[in-house]
């Protein structure tokens, strides 16, 4: 692992998605989450304030990154529940099938480099009647826009940590075998917008 990738890139990471308009965004999502939860690329532990600790049983944070991991402890120790990290990518969910009440994935589907294979490793563990909740920055609407998120996501991708600008989040959840129950989109206020369309809502196993 570079310095670049220890050091410098956690500390962009969580200044960016610790920006005013997204913790607005996990506001809107994170505070759903109930029993036994399971949160994907847990990052810094931005979403740890979000929770409504009386409905939460555990978390399990999934976090490949040590650096993320670090910046994360002092959010980990203060938080009101039990948080257990696991170690390992989106791709490699290492727990029973049906033993997560809620899966929680905000501002991390674009940065796995499988997202099929993590959907379908979320929809396993979910028990019946789970459900995913989901936010997430991906592909705009307008052509003008797309065309730019493609033409600058090469360059993005290398230097945000693996993140795409344009990937079609609806259609990954539904290809991975998802119904969406709800579902809202907009472009975040005060953001770059080849980086600003956002998709949120919740969704269930088909």
Known sequence: ??????????ALIDKGCGAPPILKQ????????TGRVLEIGMGSGLNLAFYKSEQIEF????????GMRRRAQARVEAAPFEIKWLDLPGEEVPLEDGSVDTVVLTFTLCT???PARALFQMRRVLAPGGRLLFCEHGAAPEASIKKW???V???WKRLAGGCHLNRRIPHEIQQAGFK???LEEMFLPNTPRIAAYNYWGSAVSN
Do not use: C
């Open 180 to 182: 969406i129950e709800t």
């Open 153 to 155: 996501n090469p360059i």
């Open 149 to 151: 998120q493609d033409r």
């Open 59 to 66: 978390v399990w944070g999934l976090e490949p990154s040590q």
């Open 112 to 114: 796995i480099p499988d």
């Open 26 to 33: 996990r506001e809107k999502v994170v505070p759903r989450a």
């Open 1 to 10: 692992m570079s310095l670049y990738e220890r050091w410098i890139l956690p």
